[in-house]
């Protein structure tokens, strides 16, 4: 699976939009993008996942660009429950993968009253 | 609730004694995959089963790391001569075949 890069952590005013960015260039052509959040002593959470299309559901959305090299996870809104380490994972879907999740550092993402 | 259950929350062991951890996956799920998350660390993928059948366990740190799932639905992960350096939280995650994984809130694990 192909790794990502992410800044170790952000800061974000509450009620603004935060934008977390993602690299990923060797990304191949049948891997996903997927975004993990882990809020302190809670098992990771599932928020979104795209191929090549921007995605939108009702936690974020996501911007892949058009080389899906890079991708960027908009919280429209940031609430302080928001605050959270953040994961961008590049995942197969292939039938030679097993579907697991490769985690990096991801970023810490604080948000400020 | 119907999300991912750990058993159980917090394990105080001594070193070089055994341990189990249980997750009971979501109803239906195929898929488990077992993670250990060391402090200030992302988690780490440990071992993956599709049904009853162990196919993946490449992250497994040494043989004193073993997990069963004998009948496709509750998982085992169990640790032998535990160490000091297995000190972690264990998490475990299950999924409808290739879908989004749900977590459990994690098993924490300390060696003493």
């Known amino acids: 699976d192909a790794k990502t890069t992410q800044p170790p952590s952000m800061d974000c005013a509450e009620g603004r939009a935060a934008n977390l960015p993602c690299n990923h260039s060797?990304?191949?052509?049948?891997?996903?993008v997927y975004w993990y959040r882990q809020i302190h002593s809670q098992g990771p959470q599932y928020i979104i996942h795209g191929l090549k299309n921007n995605e939108t559901n009702e936690m974020a959305s996501l911007i892949i660009t058009e080389d899906r090299k890079s991708s960027t996870l908009i919280l429209p809104h940031a609430t302080l429950r928001d605050t959270a380490v953040y994961y961008c994972i590049v995942r197969g879907h292939g039938s030679g993968n097993t579907g697991k999740l490769i985690f990096g550092q991801g970023t810490t993402l604080q948000v400020k009253p | 609730g119907a999300g991912v259950s750990q058993t159980p929350s917090n394990k105080v062991t001594e070193k070089g004694k055994y341990v189990e951890l249980r997750c009971d996956p979501i109803?239906?799920?195929?898929?488990l995959y077992w993670y250990r998350q060391s402090l200030g660390q992302g988690p780490e993928f440990l071992i993956y089963f599709q049904g009853t059948g162990a196919a993946d366990d490449s992250g497994l740190p040494n043989d004193r790391f073993f997990a069963v799932r004998p009948e496709g639905s509750v998982s085992t992960l169990k640790i032998q001569r535990t160490e000091r350096g297995d000190s972690a939280v264990y998490l475990c995650?299950?999924?409808?075949?290739?879908?989004?994984?749900?977590f459990g809130e994690g098993s924490r694990l300390t060696v003493l």
């Open positions: 109803s239906g799920h195929t898929a």
């Open positions: 995650a299950s999924s409808l075949s290739r879908g989004e994984l749900f």
């Open positions: 060797t990304i191949s052509g049948n891997e996903y």
